[in-house]
């Protein structure tokens, strides 16, 4: 299947695999996800004005032919492969009472349903794991409410309400930045050392509000940094694209990481830690989550000097898949 675009002013500066993001979706009337808009990229399937181009980030200019050879089929196989396949399990519940659960989200899901309805997400699993344990009850679709989500391929602490009384308090702790949360980083090395800790404070989109995320550089590895982020405001995508503007980009990021960098087997970005008060009692929780077992390999391997970007990159059979026993 071939499509084309011809670029306007309105593209001028987008990166490329922005404006297909943007444009696919509407010519194949159906969702295309960022990553298989960079795979198409990279694999010779992108073409302005004649000449293959495989550079996702390239900025475009008005008045440039872009050619898309896509296979709709192909692209839809991929996304159902990709997904991870998620059922709640008690083990899986880091918190729970009776007006909020928090979940140990795994990489490789989507914490809400996307406009693709075979997709699995989040919310679709906990939903599944309330309605579970309350039998004999009404048919009803149990409630739960987002307040809080993770990118696809980040793991770690997602809360929910399961109750629409705790709504406002949870949205005032949100909005009022009550609500602390804390995320390990494994990032590449960068070409000037950074300091122990500092503070990023600039706009994620040349026209978007102030971001603030503060670091701490936790270890210096052989082939990379673990680094502690503390984002204080909740812009999408702030802590990658502050880490990448200091050089230091994630490790198995697709989007913003620098082509070349050491890969990984995916995002390893994990939201360890979420502190806030509770929305109805003003008590204060505190809630954990391991590093997956994905994450551990992934930081040994980056450690080990004589390691290569396929150890990074694959966890042993025996660990795939699978967190480190609690």
């Not at 990279?42 to 181009?53: D, H, T």
């Not at 000097?305 to 660990?319: E, F, I, L, M």
């Amino acid at each position: 299947m071939k499509r084309t675009l011809r670029t306007t002013a309105a593209h001028e500066g987008r990166r490329l695999d922005d404006v297909l993001a943007s444009w696919l979706p509407g010519q194949l009337g159906a969702p295309v996800s960022r990553s298989s808009v960079r795979r198409l990229v990279m694999a010779g399937a992108i073409s302005v004005n004649g000449r293959v181009l495989r550079r996702p980030g390239r900025p475009l200019r008005a008045g440039l032919l872009i050619e898309a050879r896509v296979s709709l089929d192909r692209l839809q196989r991929e996304r159902a492969g990709e997904d991870h396949r998620f059922e709640v399990s008690d083990a899986d519940v880091l918190f729970q009472d009776d007006v909020l659960i928090a979940i140990d989200k795994p990489p490789g899901l989507p914490t809400v349903p996307t406009a693709d309805p075979r997709r699995p997400s989040l919310v679709a699993a906990v939903k599944a794991f309330l309605a579970a344990r309350r039998p004999g009850a009404p048919a009803a679709e149990p409630y739960l409410a987002v307040h809080q989500r993770l990118d696809r391929d980040t793991s770690g602490v997602v809360l929910f309400a399961t109750d629409s009384a705790a709504n406002a308090g949870l949205a005032a702790a949100f909005a009022g930045r009550a609500v602390e949360k804390t995320y390990d980083a494994l990032t590449q090395r960068p070409r000037e050392r950074l300091p122990r800790r500092f503070t990023v404070e600039t706009p994620v989109t040349p026209d978007g509000a102030d971001a603030r995320t503060e670091f701490t550089v936790v270890k210096v590895l052989a082939r990379g940094l673990l680094v502690e982020a503390r984002p204080l405001t909740g812009r999408k995508h702030q802590i990658r694209i502050h880490l990448e503007r200091k050089g230091a980009a994630i490790l198995g990021d697709e989007r913003y990481g620098p082509r070349g960098a050491t890969s990984a087997p995916r995002l390893m970005l994990h939201a360890r830690r979420l502190s806030l008060p509770h929305p109805l009692t003003g008590a204060a929780i505190v809630i954990e989550s391991p590093l997956p077992a994905d994450f551990e390999h992934a930081l040994a391997a980056t450690a080990d000097p004589s390691a290569d970007d396929a150890a990074v990159r694959a966890p042993s059979r025996r660990t795939r898949g699978r967190r480190r026993p609690r």
